[in-house]
């Protein structure tokens, strides 16, 4: 296995010259484009991690999964469905445009900007600050690190250039998705998506939805059915507009995010967490992408 990924991040790294760092996001320009590094932890505790895996990264929109998991723990299905829908996008992660033409005004999905931050309005805390802590320390859980940090400057830099994230949120506040102060929920959003991590952390996240809830010290974190909604829903939305085709070249449930990470379910089986920070047109890591489709078709990972 180690061999097999060592060669297929060689293979990969070629892929990176095509896509480009985010860059709307100032600070995360400074990443090295050519990184490329990959953790997977099995169902049986085998952890193999080779190339850029050590490399510390934002979570950027892979939090949204675990913002996800909080409100599904946190409300009844139905009270979550009257404020998101659960349809996929051909539009980018950051559009507007259904927020007004969609008579119900409601985001598409959790997985896109809108739909994480109607989300973060239905984790439970009496103030921001409390829905912070409630998602941090579930993050915590979740990745097996007690030690997840903020990055201010990436926290800084995506709060001082955050209007189309403010345009989304002051867009579902005049139409009652959200009734809490904007700036305060987007807070919320800026400092999780900040939250550094490395490929291992995404893995571990991966791992538990895998296990069906199950942490690897074998204490129970979410249940089945909780786990079963989350990677439907990264199946049909994780990667954005982007989420058919990786459906059909990887064929597992994903999440990826600007900083560079896709977090992947192999169900029953194994977490992946892969970094590369040169991202596609559609803010998917293109290193990762081609690393996952090859990796799915050596070890005929697909669900399909
Ligand atoms: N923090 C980023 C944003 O709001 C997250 C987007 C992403 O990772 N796709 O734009």
């Given at each position: 296995?180690?061999?097999?990924?060592?060669?297929?991040?060689?293979?990969?790294?070629?892929?990176?010259?095509?896509?480009?760092?985010?860059?709307?996001?100032?600070?995360?320009?400074?990443?090295?484009?050519?990184?490329?590094?990959?953790?997977?932890?099995?169902?049986?505790?085998?952890?193999?991690?080779?190339?850029?895996?050590?490399?510390?990264?934002?979570?950027?929109?892979?939090?949204?999964?675990?913002?996800?998991?909080?409100?599904?723990?946190?409300?009844?299905?139905?009270?979550?469905?009257?404020?998101?829908?659960?349809?996929?996008?051909?539009?980018?992660?950051?559009?507007?445009?259904?927020?007004?033409?969609?008579?119900?005004?409601?985001?598409?999905?959790?997985?896109?900007?809108?739909?994480?931050?109607?989300?973060?309005?239905?984790?439970?805390?009496?103030?921001?600050?409390?829905?912070?802590?409630?998602?941090?320390?579930?993050?915590?859980?979740?990745?097996?690190?007690?030690n997840l940090k903020i990055?201010?400057?990436?926290?800084?830099?995506?709060?001082?250039?955050?209007?189309?994230?403010?345009?989304?949120?002051?867009?579902?506040?005049?139409?009652?998705?959200?009734?809490?102060?904007?700036?305060?929920?987007?807070?919320?959003?800026?400092?999780?998506?900040?939250?550094?991590?490395?490929?291992?952390?995404?893995?571990?996240?991966?791992?538990?939805?895998?296990?069906?809830?199950?942490?690897?010290?074998?204490?129970?974190?979410?249940?089945?059915?909780?786990?079963?909604t989350v990677k439907a829903?990264?199946?049909?939305?994780?990667?954005?507009?982007?989420?058919?085709?990786?459906?059909?070249?990887?064929?597992?449930?994903?999440?990826?995010?600007?900083?560079?990470?896709?977090?992947?379910?192999?169900?029953?089986?194994?977490g992946i967490g892969v970094?590369?920070?040169?991202?596609?047109?559609?803010?998917?890591?293109?290193?990762?992408?081609?690393?996952?489709?090859?990796?799915?078709?050596?070890?005929?990972?697909?669900?399909?």
């Amino acid at each position: 296995m180690r061999e097999l990924l060592h060669s297929l991040i060689e293979k990969n790294k070629y892929w990176t010259q095509y896509g480009n760092v985010a860059t709307y996001i100032p600070e995360l320009s400074n990443s090295n484009p050519d990184a490329l590094g990959i953790c997977t932890m099995d169902i049986d505790g085998k952890i193999y991690c080779e190339g850029d895996y050590n490399t510390k990264f934002t979570i950027q929109s892979i939090s949204k999964v675990a913002s996800f998991m909080c409100a599904l723990k946190d409300n009844d299905i139905n009270k979550l469905y009257s404020k998101i829908s659960c349809a996929p996008t051909s539009d980018g992660f950051n559009s507007i445009v259904n927020l007004e033409t969609k008579n119900s005004h409601k985001p598409l999905n959790p997985m896109i900007n809108s739909g994480a931050i109607a989300t973060i309005s239905m984790v439970y805390g009496l103030t921001a600050n409390d829905k912070f802590n409630r998602i941090h320390e579930f993050i915590k859980e979740v990745t097996g690190n007690n030690n997840l940090k903020i990055n201010y400057n990436v926290y800084q830099s995506e709060k001082n250039t955050g209007d189309r994230n403010r345009a989304l949120a002051y867009f579902m506040k005049s139409t009652g998705i959200i009734n809490e102060d904007v700036e305060d929920i987007l807070d919320v959003y800026f400092k999780l998506c900040s939250l550094e991590v490395t490929c291992k952390d995404i893995a571990h996240m991966s791992l538990v939805l895998a296990s069906d809830g199950i942490l690897p010290n074998k204490k129970r974190l979410l249940s089945k059915h909780i786990c079963k909604t989350v990677k439907a829903i990264m199946t049909t939305c994780g990667m954005y507009d982007g989420s058919g085709d990786f459906a059909v070249s990887v064929g597992i449930p994903a999440k990826s995010g600007v900083g560079g990470g896709i977090a992947a379910v192999v169900p029953k089986k194994m977490g992946i967490g892969v970094f590369g920070p040169a991202l596609d047109k559609k803010g998917n890591s293109i290193g990762g992408i081609k690393l996952l489709e090859d990796l799915s078709e050596r070890l005929d990972l697909s669900i399909f």
